[in-house]
């Protein structure tokens, strides 16, 4: 449900990355690999290349989607397995299947050829991120917002850095009106990612909620009206309080009638704002094509 999605988001790794001990290595890796390969990675904190791989590895496993796991064991700190299976150098990578050393590696590999060793371990790694978005941003448009919000949460599960999916899930939040958790999902989103279209969209959506959640109620923004049709400031404040509700013809038409009276009222500002639910829309919503032409018409007939 989406009272539990924050938690999936912060979640960096689940279960397919963790340390492990002399003591729990029979459990973490030789019991894990009777079900799935489990890498064990060596390391030590002197290691610069250790250090270099880390981030990798853990990308390419947590890509890999459950199919194998990582486990990273500190030499410094517990010798005697590396002794024991004669690890000389570091980093060094021996993947265990059913309960035995099958492969390994020495050194620092670059992500395709680490992706290539796993895939000798369990078989092409497909990634399903992109279709499961699909299926979030479907239920998200026709509003299963459950199955958005629990789609968009199983995809961070194990690709917690996927903009898009925190993108996604942001929007499904602020369609529950879950303003709070909204914004801290936004706040992983690093600020020197590359900025796209639905992330664009994610944080206008959260202006926007923000400007509404301080609005009156509708019927009292029309009352207003009613008393003086020419009150803009009533019906700007209308259309942020219609596209808060999901009335977004409503709200676009009420921006553009202030626009055909007064396109110059406070700065331009109903067109302007007029563009930042189009954003917060997406530029290939119908809602934003059809708000877009009765704009053009107003502007340029």
């Given at each position: 449900?989406?009272?539990?999605?924050?938690?999936?988001?912060?979640?960096?790794?689940?279960?397919?990355?963790?340390?492990?001990?002399?003591?729990?290595?029979?459990?973490?890796?030789?019991?894990?690999?009777?079900?799935?390969?489990?890498?064990?990675?060596?390391?030590?904190?002197?290691?610069?290349?250790?250090?270099?791989?880390?981030?990798?590895?853990?990308?390419?496993?947590?890509?890999?989607?459950?199919?194998?796991?990582?486990?990273?064991?500190?030499?410094?700190?517990?010798?005697?397995?590396?002794?024991?299976?004669?690890?000389?150098?570091?980093?060094?990578?021996?993947?265990?299947?059913?309960?035995?050393?099958?492969?390994?590696?020495?050194?620092?590999?670059?992500?395709?050829?680490?992706?290539?060793?796993?895939?000798?371990?369990?078989?092409?790694?497909?990634?399903?991120?992109?279709?499961?978005l699909l299926v979030a941003e479907t239920a998200l448009a026709e509003e299963r917002l459950d199955e958005a919000g629990e789609t968009f949460s199983a995809i961070l599960a194990t690709q917690p850095d996927n903009t898009?999916?925190?993108?996604?899930?942001?929007?499904?939040?602020?369609?529950?009106?879950?303003?709070?958790?909204?914004?801290?999902?936004?706040?992983?989103?690093?600020?020197?990612?590359?900025?796209?279209?639905?992330?664009?969209?994610?944080?206008?959506?959260?202006?926007?909620?923000?400007?509404?959640?301080?609005?009156?109620?509708?019927?009292?923004?029309?009352?207003?009206?009613?008393?003086?049709?020419?009150?803009?400031?009533?019906?700007?404040?209308?259309?942020?309080?219609?596209?808060?509700?999901?009335?977004?013809?409503?709200?676009?038409?009420?921006?553009?009638?202030?626009?055909?009276?007064?396109?110059?009222?406070?700065?331009?500002?109903?067109?302007?704002?007029?563009?930042?639910?189009?954003?917060?829309?997406?530029?290939?919503?119908?809602?934003?094509?059809?708000?877009?032409?009765?704009?053009?018409?107003?502007?340029?007939?």
């Open positions: 449900m989406l009272g539990q999605t924050s938690d999936a988001a912060t979640s960096i790794t689940g279960d397919l990355v963790k340390e492990t001990t002399t003591a729990a290595f029979k459990n973490d890796v030789i019991a894990d690999s009777m079900r799935q390969p489990v890498l064990v990675d060596f390391w030590a904190p002197w290691c610069g290349p250790c250090r270099q791989m880390t981030p990798v590895i853990e990308k390419a496993v947590v890509a890999a989607a459950g199919k194998v796991k990582l486990v990273k064991m500190n030499i410094d700190e517990h010798p005697q397995i590396a002794g024991q299976l004669g690890v000389k150098s570091i980093p060094a990578v021996v993947a265990f299947q059913n309960g035995r050393p099958v492969d390994g590696f020495v050194g620092a590999l670059p992500e395709s050829q680490i992706r290539s060793f796993i895939e000798r371990l369990v078989g092409p790694v497909e990634d399903e991120a992109e279709a499961m898009s999916a925190l993108a996604g899930l942001a929007r499904t939040l602020l369609a529950t009106g879950n303003l709070d958790d909204a914004k801290a999902i936004l706040a992983l989103i690093p600020p020197d990612a590359p900025t796209d279209a639905k992330i664009q969209a994610a944080r206008a959506a959260l202006d926007l909620a923000v400007q509404a959640a301080d609005l009156g109620d509708i019927p009292d923004l029309e009352t207003r009206l009613l008393a003086d049709a020419g009150d803009h400031q009533a019906r700007f404040d209308l259309a942020l309080a219609l596209n808060a509700r999901g009335r977004r013809q409503d709200a676009a038409d009420a921006l553009l009638l202030i626009i055909k009276h007064d396109r110059s009222w406070e700065d331009d500002r109903a067109r302007q704002q007029l563009l930042q639910f189009f954003e917060a829309w997406g530029p290939m919503d119908p809602e934003t094509a059809l708000a877009r032409r009765k704009l053009s018409t107003l502007l340029f007939s």
